[in-house]
C-alpha cells in the first residue's frame, strides 16, 4: 500500500501486511486535507 | 504592633444592589385616539377593503390551482431509435431517464411518459456518425409541476457491444440491467445511477451524485462537490475515484479485489474504501 498524507487524516483499519492482499493488490492513496480511511468488508 | 487578623470580623455585606432606576420624567399614559365619525367612518371603510381584497386574491389562487389541476394530464410518446448506431448518447435534462438493455427487445425504442398541464415535449432523436443521441425536446427541459419520465430500451445483444454515454445536466438518468461495452457519464448537478455490467466504467459529478452498483472491468469516478455512493460494486482490473470537497464510499468488498488496484484521491473531501478480505476470489 502507498499512503501519503498532506493536512488530512488518513485511518486504515486493516493489518499493513494483509493490506496489499494476498495477491499483491496495490492500494494507493492521496490524502491531502480530507479524510480517508480503507477497512475491510463483511 | 497590630497583631494580624486571622479571621475577619466584619460582619457579611449584602449583595450588591443594581442602580436605581434614574429618575426621569415617567410616560404619560395612552390616551384613546379622539376620531371625528367622519374620520371613524373612513378608517373602517380601508379596514374592510383591506379585508375584501385578501379574501379574494386567496379565493383567486384556489381557483387558479383547482383549473390546473384540472388541466393536468398524462400523455405518452414513442419513437423508434435508428435500427443500428455505433454509440448511443442519453441526456437528462429536466427528466428521468432510464436505459435498459432488454433480452426480449426487438430494435431501440424511446418512450416519453409525460405528466403536466400544457401539452407534452417531444423525444429529441438524433443520429450522424458519431451515434444516436436521445433526450426530450426543449433547451431547458421539463420544469414546475410537470414531469417526464424517458425509456429507452435497448436490445441486449446491441448493447453488449454499445459505448454508451450519460449526461444528467440537472436532471437524473439510470441504467440498469443488460451488459453494455462501456460506460461513461457526467452528472452536472443531476444523479446517475448505474446498475448493469461494462467492460469499464467512468463517471464523473460536479455537484450531483453517482450511484454505483454491478459489475465492471475498470471503474473510474469522480466527484467534485458531489458524492459517491456504491454498494455490491465488483472491479475485475482497477478501481479509482478521486474527490474534492465531495464524499465518496466505495463499496468493493462484494467481490475479488481489482487485480490492478485501488486508488483514491481525495483533496479536502472524504472517502471510504471498503476492500474484500483476503482471499476472496469469486463473487458473493
Same mark, same amino acid.
Not at chain 2, 441486449?156 to 454508451?164: E, F, N, T
Given at each position: 500500500m502507498n499512503s501519503s498524507n498532506g493536512s488530512g487524516n488518513v485511518d486504515i483499519d486493516i493489518p499493513r501486511a494483509s493490506?496489499?492482499?494476498?495477491?499483491?493488490?496495490?492500494?494507493?492513496?492521496?490524502?491531502?486535507?480530507?479524510?480517508t480511511s480503507v477497512e475491510y468488508g463483511q | 504592633m497590630p497583631t494580624p487578623a486571622l479571621h475577619d470580623q466584619r460582619p457579611p455585606q449584602p449583595p450588591a444592589q443594581p442602580p436605581?432606576?434614574?429618575?426621569?420624567?415617567?410616560?404619560? !399614559?395612552?390616551?384613546?385616539? $379622539?376620531?371625528?365619525?367622519?374620520?371613524?367612518?373612513?378608517?373602517?371603510?380601508a379596514i374592510a377593503i383591506v379585508a375584501a381584497l385578501a379574501v379574494l386574491t386567496a379565493l383567486t389562487a384556489v381557483a387558479f390551482g383547482f383549473a390546473a389541476g384540472l388541466r393536468t394530464h398524462q400523455e405518452t410518446?414513442?419513437?423508434?431509435?435508428?435500427?443500428?448506431?455505433s454509440a448511443l448518447t442519453v441526456t437528462g435534462l429536466g427528466a428521468n431517464v432510464s436505459v435498459r438493455a432488454d433480452d426480449g427487445a426487438r430494435a431501440p425504442v424511446a418512450r416519453l411518459t409525460y405528466t403536466g398541464s400544457g401539452s407534452a415535449p417531444g423525444i429529441d432523436i438524433r443520429s450522424d456518425k458519431r451515434g444516436a443521441t436521445v433526450g426530450v425536446e426543449g433547451e431547458r427541459g421539463v420544469i414546475g409541476s410537470s414531469s417526464a419520465q424517458l425509456e429507452i430500451t435497448v436490445p441486449?445483444?446491441?448493447?453488449?457491444?454499445? !459505448?454508451?454515454s450519460l449526461d444528467a445536466k440537472s436532471g437524473a438518468v439510470e441504467v440498469d440491467g443488460g451488459a453494455w461495452k462501456r460506460i461513461a457519464g457526467t452528472a452536472g448537478s443531476g444523479v446517475i445511477?448505474?446498475?448493469?455490467?461494462?467492460?469499464?466504467?467512468?463517471?464523473?459529478?460536479?455537484?450531483?451524485?453517482? $450511484?454505483?452498483?454491478?459489475e465492471y472491468g475498470t471503474a473510474d469516478l469522480r466527484a467534485k462537490s458531489g458524492a459517491i455512493h456504491s454498494?455490491?460494486?465488483?472491479?475485475?482490473?482497477?478501481?479509482?475515484?478521486?474527490?474534492?470537497?465531495?464524499?465518496? $464510499?466505495?463499496?468493493?468488498?462484494?467481490?475479488?479485489?481489482?487485480?490492478?488496484? /485501488?486508488?483514491?484521491?481525495?483533496?479536502?473531501?472524504?472517502?471510504?474504501? /471498503?476492500?474484500?478480505?483476503?482471499?476472496?476470489?469469486?463473487?458473493?
Open positions: 493490506s496489499a492482499g494476498a495477491a499483491g493488490i496495490p492500494i494507493d492513496i492521496d490524502n491531502r486535507s480530507g479524510e | 436605581a432606576q434614574s429618575g426621569g420624567p415617567r410616560p404619560a !399614559p395612552a390616551r384613546p385616539l $379622539n376620531l371625528s365619525p367622519g374620520a371613524r367612518t373612513g378608517v373602517r371603510a410518446k414513442t419513437a423508434d431509435l435508428p435500427a443500428d448506431f441486449a445483444a446491441m448493447a453488449a457491444s454499445l !459505448p454508451l445511477t448505474v446498475h448493469t455490467k461494462a467492460d469499464a466504467l467512468e463517471l464523473s459529478a460536479s455537484s450531483g451524485i453517482l $450511484n454505483v452498483k454491478g454498494e455490491s460494486l465488483w472491479v475485475k482490473r482497477r478501481a479509482s475515484t478521486q474527490v474534492s470537497v465531495g464524499t465518496a $464510499n466505495l463499496d468493493l468488498s462484494s467481490g475479488a479485489p481489482p487485480q490492478q488496484g /485501488i486508488s483514491a484521491t481525495t483533496d479536502s473531501g472524504s472517502t471510504k474504501l /471498503i476492500v474484500p478480505r483476503p482471499g476472496k476470489d469469486a463473487k458473493g
